[in-house]
Structure formats: C-alpha cells, structure tokens
C-alpha cells in the first residue's frame, strides 16, 4: 500500500512561481514513476508531468517550458516547481504514482491540493 499527500496549493498571481510537494509512504519502493495530473473546473483531467526513479521525466504541451518536475528518492518525495503562471494553470494538482507510467493514471492518488492563479 502506498499513500501519497500533496501539499504546497494555494493562492498566486499570474506571472508568478509556486511550487507543489508530495510525500510518499507506507510502501514507497514499489514506485518507479511519480508524477501529476490536473483537472481544472468544467474540464477533464490531464497530465502535467511525469518522472521515474531514475530521472527520466516528460511533460504535457500545456506546461512545457513552464514547469520543472523533481524527485528525491532518499525523503520519497516528488515537486513541482511551476514558473509563469497563467488563469488556465488554475486546477486541483493530484500527485500520482506507481510502477509504471500511464497517461490517463497510475495506481495510487493524493486526494489533490488547490492551486488558484489569478489575473
């Protein structure tokens, strides 16, 4: 079992930079690849950014350039360090993970944090 808690959301004007935790625990080795996906209001969710244990990461069209993901795998932990806000990165940020990666999601989710950005 693996549990996983966002935490970092939170209000932030556009042009701004913010950034996102999540702590894995309980049976963390069993993750290879952490990650996180998005779902902004009257939209579906989609990913944000991926990365594995051993560094490869990848990210969607919406927030390349912007975004920066990271992990240290000795605290389990993974971040998001989000650069250049706009009103569309206005979501509810979900940390994901699991064994393998998976574009519409992986095994274990955070119950999600907010994230607000305004003009």
């Known amino acids: 079992q693996v549990q996983l808690v966002e935490s970092g959301g939170g209000f932030v004007e556009a042009g701004g930079s913010h950034k996102l935790s999540c702590t894995a625990s309980g049976s963390p080795s069993y993750i290879n690849v952490m990650g996180w996906f998005r779902q902004a209001p009257g939209k579906q969710r989609e990913l944000v950014a991926y990365?594995?244990?051993?560094?490869?990461?990848d990210y969607g069209d919406s927030v390349k350039g912007r975004f920066a993901i990271s992990r240290d795998n000795s605290k389990n932990m993974v971040y998001l360090d989000m650069n250049n806000l706009k009103p569309e990165d206005t979501a509810v940020y979900y940390c994901?993970?699991?064994?393998?990666?998976?574009?519409?999601?992986?095994?274990?989710w955070g119950k999600g944090t907010l994230v607000t950005v305004s003009s």
């Open positions: 994901n993970a699991g064994p393998m990666m998976n574009n519409y999601g992986m095994d274990y």
């Open positions: 990365i594995t244990r051993g560094g490869f990461q």
